[in-house]
């Protein structure tokens, strides 16, 4: 099974907590399964990779969506000046309306040959140290309406995924109201379902898009003046609270 999806959470706290969207990423997909895919590029081939990824692959991911194959299709580069280095440095997001139809579709990146004359083992070099996938369902969002350029991932252990999707419920009508402050252009939440271990740090997660990078920076750090938060027993069913948050720019997307 090759999914070009998107990442990996015990690799970008390099190897240890990363991430994984939904994508929405500047709107909502049909899709209620995506596969995050994250992978590894080294400095030297990063030019060609983005080249190869947005130039040409998102035109084959294009034809999978026109023809009902896929969902939506994005890549995003983490951010390279924030966190350690030596872990994924982009994440793959494919979207799908469940599961069967991911299993149906899952190398709908091999019609390189009829979407642009290009064999498939021509298109894809060798260009990839490293990569892991993980599968979500998408559990809410808030659409986006409106493109955006930067996401920014919450990655997060619940000991109860019940009591988890009640507490991001409470903050649905909080981000809604609060979206002309924060700058938040969509939102969302995924649960983990594949791989499955009992070492695994992360299994619930949040996407947060906005336009900007500067008001991801705010948002994280506090500096916007918000209504109150909302009251959750979140210290309960989160007690370590977000393991890990990932930011990056979308440099493709399509849908």
Not at 8 to 35: A, D, G, P, R
Not at 86 to 94: A, K, L, P, S
Not at 108 to 119: M, Q, Y
Request: glycine share 8%; charged share 20%; proline share 4%.
């Amino acid at each position: 099974l090759y999914l070009r999806g998107i990442i990996n959470h015990k690799s970008i706290k390099m190897k240890k907590t990363l991430l994984s969207l939904c994508f929405c990423l500047t709107t909502s997909l049909f899709s209620q399964v995506y596969v995050m895919h994250g992978v590894k590029v080294l400095p030297e081939n990063q030019s060609l990779f983005e080249k190869i990824e947005t130039q040409y692959v998102s035109k084959i991911a294009q034809d999978a969506v026109n023809k009902g194959n896929l969902g939506g299709w994005g890549l995003i580069k983490i951010d390279p000046y924030i966190g350690e280095s030596g872990g994924y440095n982009y994440i793959f997001v494919n979207g799908f309306k469940d599961i069967d139809h991911m299993n149906e579709n899952s190398d709908w990146w091999a019609n390189s040959k009829e979407v642009l004359g290009i064999e498939p083992d021509v298109l894809y070099r060798n260009l990839v140290e490293e990569s892991g996938r993980y599968v979500y369902k998408q559990q809410m969002e808030i659409q986006g309406k409106s493109p955006a350029k930067h996401v920014a991932f919450y990655f997060g252990y619940a000991n109860n995924i019940a009591d988890y999707l009640k507490i991001e419920k409470q903050w649905v009508p909080w981000h809604k109201k609060n979206m002309p402050v924060t700058g938040l252009v969509s939102w969302g939440v995924g649960t983990k379902f594949l791989p499955v271990n009992p070492s695994q740090r992360t299994n619930v997660m949040t996407w947060n898009i906005f336009d900007k990078r500067s008001d991801i920076m705010k948002f994280i750090g506090g500096e916007l003046k918000t209504s109150p938060f909302p009251k959750t027993n979140q210290n309960n069913v989160m007690p370590n609270g977000w393991e890990n948050i990932v930011i990056g720019e979308i440099l493709s997307f399509v849908q």
